[in-house]
């Protein structure tokens, strides 16, 4: 949809939704925060406001409905999916895709996937505590 009459420029050259969602223990989707999900938008937020990306905006999201694939963003403009599961999981995406504008085709999510691929689950626990990489 269109306004022309509000014909401007967005506000965010990019917005970023960082799921935060909590399910209660032991549910069988799992759930954003019991896999770092807040925590690392707390360090996306941080990076993010000390590398001054001008025009970029992290928020907490309740949940996005990919919890198996967790913890997830989603860049706007792009509708860009990431999967990630630590710091230097963000610093990638911080440095090739809100500063150069490149994908992390790693941490990558496709619209029809609905499960981690073998590189996407290194450095990870898995449901069962044993480390899923």
């Given at each position: 949809?269109?306004?022309?009459?509000?014909?401007?420029?967005?506000?965010?050259?990019?917005?970023?939704?960082?799921?935060?969602?909590?399910?209660?223990?032991?549910?069988?989707r799992g759930c954003?925060?019991?896999?770092?999900?807040?925590?690392?938008?707390?360090?996306?937020?941080?990076?993010?406001?000390?590398?001054?990306?001008?025009?970029?905006?992290?928020?907490?999201?309740?949940?996005?409905?990919?919890?198996?694939?967790?913890?997830?963003?989603?860049?706007?403009?792009?509708?860009?999916?990431?999967?990630?599961?630590?710091?230097?999981?963000?610093?990638?995406?911080?440095?090739?895709?809100?500063?150069?504008?490149?994908?992390?085709?790693?941490?990558?999510?496709?619209?029809?996937?609905?499960?981690?691929?073998?590189?996407?689950?290194?450095?990870?626990?898995?449901?069962?505590?044993?480390?899923?990489?």
């Amino acid at each position: 949809m269109h306004n022309d009459s509000l014909d401007q420029k967005p506000y965010f050259k990019r917005h970023i939704f960082c799921c935060g969602n909590e399910r209660p223990a032991g549910h069988p989707r799992g759930c954003c925060k019991e896999k770092g999900g807040v925590d690392l938008r707390n360090y996306l937020k941080s990076r993010v406001s000390e590398l001054k990306i001008d025009g970029a905006r992290v928020n907490m999201a309740g949940c996005l409905d990919r919890c198996e694939l967790g913890a997830v963003m989603v860049i706007y403009p792009e509708g860009v999916w990431y999967t990630y599961a630590s710091r230097e999981d963000i610093d990638e995406i911080t440095d090739k895709h809100l500063m150069h504008g490149e994908i992390v085709e790693r941490l990558l999510l496709t619209n029809d996937q609905k499960e981690l691929r073998a590189e996407q689950k290194t450095g990870r626990t898995c449901d069962d505590g044993a480390a899923c990489g």
